[in-house]
């Protein structure tokens, strides 16, 4: 016991320093959202409803994309472990340029099908009408991101975690000055209403991207030699177009059942569902700490397996899985006690702060199996387990949870406390079977990818 605790208190620094800069980053990112929403709230409920809608429709959007990022992380911090930086940087080539591609073809998408999109997730013709142009800017910014997204999987891959943090700072700094600057056409700026809103996100954006392309091409250079020519590979062009597509296609599982998940509770009245997003908004707070503690279970298991260490990269996971776990111990504890107070800072109808406080108390303990899951997925991550995390993942999300929920808060008649037993049953069950997947791994055969 006395020699693993020696252990742990020598790797909790290593673990602190990569994650701490990933919560801020992850931070800026959830705070920027509720300040721009406070911001474009006084233009009416139909604005908030477009903002709401956009935010589903962009999140899926990145969760598709989101795998170019998640196999450079994994892969680069493989390569980092084993000196192979020239075949780190050709993956991130081959990553970019899909990467781009696919950007390419998400601007598309906003520039000709923004009113469509809305029309067909039911849509009435007024939102449609003043959401069109706020969803095609939101879909530009997205487009930003995924590429920016790859130069961050490749900072982290080299344990490189503050320039995102500065990156994400910058960004959502932008986004917040030009959404008060554009939406009422403050400091001198043109007012152009919603609309502004979304074009500050898309110059937060573009202005992350460049910042993160200036320092991949330029900074690290004469490190990595990250301007030069590769010659086509297929056989790493397939590696990259396969990793990427099944960490993608496990994202979007997960954010879809959510949407799904949200739609049931939506069926339940305006009370319920307002109850169930400051539930969800206080259960973003321990998300933070959850994914930023993946992230670096990835790096760590990722560059230890490209040393040649695998015992001490699946110690490292466990350390990462012990440290992120006490961080969400203590936030659960404070939100289980004051589950009223906490939701009284959203609201000051008692009906909803009220239901909002239960789930609250739910939700409390539900982030410590949450972090778990994040945890023990990043892990395999970096270990390179994609296609077990993509098999589970479309499994339990869509022939357990979704199910579930249905069953709970309809057929049974529980309402939003059994749309949130049902998380809480999935979220556990999912943590559980990743645990089990991390501690029976033959780490003897961990090989590179």
């Given at each position: 016991?006395?020699?693993?605790?020696?252990?742990?208190?020598?790797?909790?620094?290593?673990?602190?320093?990569?994650?701490?800069?990933?919560?801020?980053?992850?931070?800026?990112?959830?705070?920027?959202?509720?300040i721009n929403l406070i911001m474009v709230g006084p233009m009416g409920a139909l604005v908030i409803a477009v903002v709401g809608v956009s935010n589903i429709i962009a999140y899926n959007a990145w969760a598709l994309?989101?795998?170019?990022?998640?196999?450079?992380?994994?892969?680069?911090?493989?390569?980092?472990?084993?000196?192979?930086?020239?075949?780190?940087?050709?993956?991130?080539?081959?990553?970019?340029?899909?990467?781009?591609?696919?950007?390419?073809?998400?601007?598309?998408?906003?520039?000709?099908?923004?009113?469509?999109?809305?029309?067909?997730?039911?849509?009435?013709?007024?939102?449609?009408?003043?959401?069109?142009?706020?969803?095609?800017?939101?879909?530009?910014?997205?487009?930003?991101?995924?590429?920016?997204?790859?130069?961050?999987?490749?900072?982290?891959?080299?344990?490189?975690?503050?320039?995102?943090?500065?990156?994400?700072?910058?960004a959502n700094g932008a986004m917040i000055f030009f959404t008060y600057a554009l939406t009422y056409g403050n400091l001198g700026f043109p007012e152009l209403g919603l609309p502004g809103a979304g074009l500050a996100?898309?110059?937060?954006?573009?202005?992350?991207?460049?910042?993160?392309?200036?320092?991949?091409?330029?900074?690290?250079?004469?490190?990595?030699?990250?301007?030069?020519?590769?010659?086509?590979?297929?056989?790493?062009?397939?590696?990259i177009v396969g990793e990427s597509g099944k960490l993608g296609v496990q994202e979007l599982a997960m954010s879809g059942a959510m949407f799904i998940f949200t739609i049931f509770v939506t069926r339940l009245g305006?009370?319920?569902?307002?109850?169930?997003?400051?539930?969800?908004?206080?259960?973003?707070?321990?998300?933070?700490?959850?994914?930023?503690?993946?992230?670096?279970?990835?790096?760590?298991?990722?560059?230890?397996?490209?040393?040649?260490?695998?015992?001490?990269?699946?110690?490292?996971?466990?350390?990462?899985?012990?440290?992120?776990?006490?961080?969400?111990?203590?936030?659960?504890?404070?939100?289980?006690?004051?589950?009223?107070?906490?939701?009284?800072?959203?609201?000051?109808?008692?009906?909803?702060?009220?239901?909002?406080?239960?789930?609250?108390?739910?939700?409390?303990?539900?982030?410590?199996?949450?972090?778990?899951?994040?945890?023990?997925?990043?892990?395999?991550?970096?270990?390179?387990?994609?296609?077990?995390?993509?098999?589970?993942?479309?499994?339990?999300?869509?022939?357990?949870?979704?199910?579930?929920?249905?069953?709970?808060?309809?057929?049974?008649?529980?309402?939003?406390?059994?749309?949130?037993?049902?998380?809480?049953?999935?979220?556990?069950?999912?943590?559980?079977?990743?645990?089990?997947?991390?501690?029976?791994?033959?780490?003897?055969?961990?090989?590179?990818?």
């Amino acid at each position: 016991m006395n020699k693993w605790l020696a252990e742990f208190t020598r790797h909790w620094k290593l673990i602190l320093g990569l994650a701490l800069p990933s919560i801020i980053s992850f931070a800026s990112g959830t705070v920027t959202g509720t300040i721009n929403l406070i911001m474009v709230g006084p233009m009416g409920a139909l604005v908030i409803a477009v903002v709401g809608v956009s935010n589903i429709i962009a999140y899926n959007a990145w969760a598709l994309c989101s795998g170019f990022g998640y196999s450079v992380n994994y892969l680069v911090a493989q390569n980092y472990g084993s000196g192979q930086m020239d075949q780190a940087v050709r993956r991130t080539y081959i990553a970019l340029y899909v990467g781009v591609g696919v950007a390419l073809l998400v601007v598309l998408t906003g520039w000709l099908m923004p009113a469509l999109i809305l029309k067909l997730i039911g849509g009435s013709s007024e939102l449609v009408t003043t959401g069109a142009d706020y969803l095609k800017l939101r879909l530009f910014a997205i487009a930003c991101f995924t590429v920016s997204f790859v130069f961050h999987g490749f900072l982290r891959g080299i344990g490189d975690t503050r320039t995102p943090m500065l990156m994400s700072l910058i960004a959502n700094g932008a986004m917040i000055f030009f959404t008060y600057a554009l939406t009422y056409g403050n400091l001198g700026f043109p007012e152009l209403g919603l609309p502004g809103a979304g074009l500050a996100v898309l110059i937060g954006e573009a202005l992350g991207l460049i910042g993160s392309a200036y320092v991949y091409f330029f900074r690290l250079h004469h490190r990595y030699g990250t301007r030069r020519r590769f010659s086509f590979d297929r056989s790493e062009f397939r590696l990259i177009v396969g990793e990427s597509g099944k960490l993608g296609v496990q994202e979007l599982a997960m954010s879809g059942a959510m949407f799904i998940f949200t739609i049931f509770v939506t069926r339940l009245g305006t009370e319920a569902l307002a109850a169930n997003e400051i539930a969800l908004n206080v259960m973003a707070l321990g998300y933070m700490p959850a994914f930023a503690f993946g992230a670096t279970a990835t790096i760590l298991v990722g560059q230890e397996i490209g040393r040649g260490e695998p015992y001490l990269a699946r110690r490292l996971g466990t350390d990462v899985a012990v440290l992120g776990s006490l961080f969400l111990l203590v936030l659960g504890i404070a939100e289980f006690a004051f589950p009223e107070r906490v939701a009284r800072l959203y609201t000051s109808d008692p009906a909803v702060y009220t239901l909002a406080g239960q789930l609250i108390m739910i939700s409390a303990f539900l982030q410590l199996f949450d972090g778990l899951l994040n945890y023990y997925a990043g892990a395999l991550r970096g270990l390179g387990d994609t296609t077990f995390l993509l098999r589970v993942s479309l499994l339990l999300n869509w022939l357990v949870f979704i199910p579930l929920a249905y069953v709970l808060t309809f057929t049974v008649g529980l309402g939003s406390t059994g749309a949130w037993i049902s998380l809480y049953v999935f979220l556990a069950l999912f943590a559980i079977v990743l645990c089990i997947r991390f501690y029976r791994t033959n780490w003897d055969a961990a090989r590179l990818k």
